[in-house]
């Protein structure tokens, strides 16, 4: 299983960044996703431009601050 595999079925949490931009969590890329402080994902299938994966993330949904300064 290769890490994207185990990432695509955790369902990985994703940072937010200060425009934010949700960003990939395969290759820490911006992507054309935003979010606000208070949007919650669950098993979003969020897409990156620069690495063309599709990672499956969960944004604020375990409690605690999505999005990072
Ligand atoms: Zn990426």
């Not at 955790?10 to 960044?17: F, N, T």
């Not at 425009?19 to 949007?39: H, I, L, M, S, Y």
Request: with cysteine.
């Amino acid at each position: 299983m290769t890490s994207a595999d185990r990432l695509r079925a955790a369902g990985v949490r994703c940072a937010v960044d200060a425009q934010g931009w949700v960003r990939c969590p395969v290759c820490g890329c911006k992507t054309r996703t935003k979010a606000r402080p208070d949007t919650v994902l669950a098993n979003f299938p969020l897409f990156c431009p620069k690495c063309h994966r599709e990672t499956v993330v969960s944004l604020g949904t375990e409690g605690g601050p999505a999005v990072r300064p």
